[in-house]
């Protein structure tokens, strides 16, 4: 029998365990990593005695790239989490609890990234002064600390004491009780132990991504006055939903109520994609609600962020920590929009109230409303509030103490039972979560509870339901058609030079909503429609290059403009909307407005940049004609050396090859899409990368101030350039 035990869970997740050595390692740890090794069966229930807990690692190998496509592969908070009070690692008393703690290992960068993102993911904010630094007067500053730290049992305690840290390099390196570890390559390792060993890859393989441990169906959300599609209704520990989180529908508009783990695969199955949204409306920092925060960023324009200073100071410290990036880096990413707490703070068209709630981290809960036509509609969202008998065995006399007065008591039990149209609760119980009993006499018109894994018992059923994933409440209906409204303004920011004649008769094609898998464009064939896409997000396949195209792609353009086969196919990746243009139509539209020698030229440009793994994805066609008008090129003969200190312009190679080296040591060849000085775009900074022409080599050159502000620009950016100071550091230690 074999003494290492190998499971690769899923892309990118691995299990290593020698029972011999009692030892069991989750190898790469991104989101929801615990919930798939609970579907594996490698996280069951166990009972000693009395007293029942989990099983489950007791080492985490971290991924050396902190970012693979676009998603953390790094997330050890909750893993950290299970072992430590669901398996009862640092329980007093429990069986469990034997003096070994659980163990970090990988590269030194992201073992100290991991503690300090852990630490922030377990407190917050971690001190009065930093409370006081977000606008809190410091009398409640003083109040919200001793709050915090009876969440923390008394103390803020570095990582450093909970857990241990193994650095790995190339050496083979002890773990425990005789197990060795050492690094063979980028995101390669290999175990051994006595006479046997065992390599786990951590490098996703190309084209894919992070999988969910659970199954979605696809929906099709409609655009509406004002409701909630519910995105989410487990918590950080159900392996067979998302975790709890809502979409608010505001006159069309799509805002997230945070952003847990596989947000952009929920949405694709909501037939919503990242462009399409308007914003995010954000709780707190923990993992399960924000983790998704990448994501985001996979977005052509910075998102509206709404949360108080506190939360967002909390949040911002939490992502740098973990990205190992200065907290500017957030408004590089989201357009902040600070929330005053405790009142109504006019957005537009609706309002929206945060209330701070009581939780180990700094949180929010949000009541919503809106009205039309003298109706008024309004939502309350409840993530992770607490009991209130929990609360209740707070409070104290002593204002010096850990904990809370009377009156605070009373107002937060009187702000959770504000009535409103529908409710969204957490009801995970324990000690940091909410209470369904709590709510039996709430006014409100509708409850539905969230937060939890279990199911609904006969008692909570008399008071709430758990809405299933993807169904819609519709507080405000209208007739208006929101589609058409989105298809309008699209074409308006396209073509400004067109008449409302022109473009109505474009609006009066049909507006299609292709069902899941459909192929809109097909290969070697000229498709007969131009799609403008409104909604969802539709897949281009071409021999080597797989891009997600989303709301405000144009597709099929190039074929019928130049009436040749398309080279390319476009499939629907979830329920997909486009408006569906005639070809003999768009052809004669693009000639009167005189645009077809200018569309056929910045067409040949974008269908370059679709290429490419930078610039292919979530651009709509108004920035990538942008791009287009601004790019321009540049031949440069063989053995050609790139000046570093160049801060203002990102190459793309466009033909060639270039070589990147430090120091004489190869870094990366780059070929066709490849781009090199994202120092330029990230920090302004001189190159650290002396790039060469291996050959005679074309290049595209793009402005910085152009790329600077465009989230996914910057966040595959700081993915390629993370990569590269890896292989930088590998080579180094030879």
Same mark, same amino acid.
């Given at each position: ?17 020698? !029972? ?61 989490? %299970? ?28 073992? $100290? ?26 009398? $409640? ?23 241990? @840290? ?54 099709? #959300? ?76 996979? @977005? ?59 939780? !180990? ?14 109706? $008024?509609?309004? =939502? ?16 104290? /006399? ?63 059923? %008399? ?49 299609? $909503? ?43 353009? +190039? ?10 196919? =476009? ?10 243009? !005639? ?13 077809? /020698? ?5 067409? =040949? ?6 290429? @490419? =793994? ?12 942008? +791009? ?38 190869? #870094? ?9 000085? /994202? ?14 022409? /291996? ?40």
């Amino acid at each position: 029998m074999p003494k290492i035990e190998h499971i690769q869970i899923a892309d990118g997740i691995h299990w290593v365990a020698i !029972p011999e050595a009692d030892l069991k390692i989750l190898c790469g740890c991104p989101a929801d990593s615990v919930k798939h090794l609970m579907k594996k069966g490698l996280i069951v229930k166990k009972k000693i005695g009395d007293v029942q807990f989990e099983t489950g690692p007791n080492a985490i190998l971290l991924s050396d790239i902190l970012i693979q496509r676009g998603s953390f592969g790094n997330l050890a908070e909750f893993p950290v989490l %299970q072992m430590l009070y669901l398996q009862g690692m640092i329980l007093p008393n429990h069986p469990n609890n034997t003096g070994v703690r659980p163990l970090l290992m990988g590269a030194k960068n992201q073992i $100290t990234a991991q503690l300090q993102y852990i630490r922030r993911g377990n407190y917050g904010l971690i001190s009065e002064e930093e409370i006081i630094a977000t606008g809190i007067a410091p009398e $409640t500053a003083h109040q919200m600390m001793r709050l915090k730290l009876k969440f923390a049992f008394g103390a803020i305690h570095p990582t450093e004491d909970l857990l241990d @840290s193994l650095v790995v390099d190339k050496h083979p390196t002890p773990v425990r009780n005789d197990v060795m570890i050492r690094r063979c390559g980028m995101n390669i390792y290999e175990f051994s132990y006595k006479d046997e060993a065992v390599t786990v890859d951590l490098n996703l393989p190309p084209e894919s991504a992070y999988t969910l441990p659970y199954l979605l169906e696809y929906h099709h #959300i409609d655009r509406n006055y004002f409701g909630i599609a519910h995105s989410g209704n487990g918590d950080g520990w159900d392996s067979s939903r998302p975790s709890m989180a809502s979409i608010l529908i505001d006159q069309g508009r799509f805002y997230l109520i945070d952003a847990g783990p596989h947000i952009g695969l929920i949405l694709e199955a909501l037939g919503i994609s990242v462009n399409e949204l308007e914003g995010i409306f954000h709780t707190h920092a923990h993992d399960d609600h924000f983790a998704g925060l990448t994501t985001l960023a996979n @977005s052509e324009k910075r998102l509206k962020y709404y949360a108080t200073p506190l939360v967002r100071a909390s949040v911002q410290k939490k992502l740098a920590a973990l990205a190992g990036v200065d907290e500017g880096e957030f408004h590089h990413l989201f357009d902040v929009h600070d929330l005053v707490s405790d009142q109504w703070n006019d957005i537009g068209s609706i309002e929206v109230k945060p209330i701070i709630s009581p939780h !180990p981290v700094e949180t929010n809960i949000f009541f919503f409303r809106t009205s039309r036509n003298g109706k $008024t509609g309004s =939502y309350a969202h409840l993530a992770d509030i607490i009991s209130m008998r929990a609360l209740e065995d707070m409070i104290t /006399e002593d204002e010096n103490d850990m904990g809370i007065s009377r009156e605070y008591f009373n107002e937060i039990s009187e702000k959770y039972l504000e009535a409103v149209n529908l409710k969204k609760i957490d009801i995970g119980g324990e000690l940091i979560h909410g209470n369904a009993e709590d709510f039996r006499n709430d006014p409100s018109d509708k409850i539905t509870f969230a937060h939890t894994a279990k199911p609904l018992t006969e008692q909570q059923k %008399q008071i709430g339901y758990r809405a299933e994933f993807g169904a819609t409440d519709i507080i405000i209906s209208s007739d208006d058609d929101f589609t058409k409204q989105f298809a309008e303004k699209y074409l308006k920011t396209y073509f400004p030079e067109a008449g409302k004649e022109q473009l109505d008769a474009l609006l009066a094609n049909p507006i299609t $909503t292709f069902e899941p898998g459909t192929v809109l464009v097909e290969p070697y064939l000229v498709t007969e429609y131009v799609y403008l896409v409104i909604g969802g997000s539709v897949e281009m396949i071409h021999t080597g290059i797989n891009n997600i195209l989303s709301a405000g792609a144009l597709i099929g353009e +190039l074929s019928g403009l130049m009436d040749q086969n398309s080279k390319e196919t =476009y499939q629907a990746k979830g329920y997909a909307q486009a408006l569906c243009i !005639p070809t003999e139509q768009y052809i004669d539209f693009i000639k009167e407005c005189g645009l077809l /020698e200018r569309t056929l030229e910045l067409q =040949y440009l974008r269908t370059l940049l679709q290429k @490419s =793994y930078l610039f292919g994805e979530a651009l709509s066609y108004p920035l990538q004609t942008k +791009l287009a008008a601004v790019m321009s090129q540049s031949r440069f003969e063989e053995r050609y050396r790139f000046p570093k200190e160049n801060q203002d312009e990102l190459y793309m190679v466009s033909f060639g090859i270039v070589e990147l080296s430090v120091d004489e040591k190869k #870094i990366a060849t780059l070929l066709e899409g490849d781009v090199f000085r /994202e120092e330029a775009v990230l920090t302004g900074e001189p190159s650290i990368f002396q790039a060469r022409a /291996e050959t005679e080599v074309e290049i595209y050159r793009f402005p910085t101030e152009i790329l600077t502000d465009i989230p996914i620009i910057r966040w595959k950016l700081f993915e390629i350039y993370q990569r590269r100071l890896q292989t930088l550091f590998d080579l180094s230690q030879d």
